[in-house]
């Protein structure tokens, strides 16, 4: 059984990407001109990666036999309904630069011989490479400006 500290940042782990931004945007798409869909195609990997993480988490949590609470979306996500790709890969990249200042300051908290270490340290690798696919996509975006 994991101590309750350990419990509530798994958690707080699988909440924070259960009901992210990504995840969000799965089910109210940006809207995405002609030519750039595949610019669009970040969005559902970094909410598959949050998917995932999520999955591995509530894994060592089920085995606890405690409940776990992954709450509601924010309702602020709703504002971004109907705008442009480029303005949400911008939002996204807010986001996750957020995300990764949050679970690096859960690392301390850590066990770190527990599963929270070592699956926030997963989470931080992930949020470190959606950041810089979606820098990599801007980048794309301006050098392909007149």
Do not use: C
């Amino acid at each position: 059984m994991l101590p309750d500290d350990q419990h509530r940042l798994l958690n707080r782990i699988a909440a924070l990407h259960h009901r992210s931004l990504p995840t969000y945007l799965t089910y109210a798409k940006p809207w995405v001109p002609t030519g750039k869909e595949e610019d669009a195609h970040v969005i559902d990997d970094i909410a598959v990666d949050h998917h995932d993480l999520v999955e591995r988490v509530l894994r060592v949590l089920e085995k606890d036999d405690r409940p776990v609470h992954l709450g509601d979306f924010p309702m602020d996500y709703t504002d971004l309904n109907d705008l442009s790709l480029s303005f949400i890969l911008n939002e996204l990249k807010i986001y996750e630069r957020k995300l990764l200042a949050t679970l690096e300051d859960i690392v301390p908290w850590t066990d770190k011989e527990g599963p929270a270490y070592r699956l926030v340290n997963i989470a931080i690798g992930l949020a470190v490479g959606h950041l810089q696919n979606l820098e990599e996509i801007g980048s794309q975006a301006s050098s392909s400006r007149p």
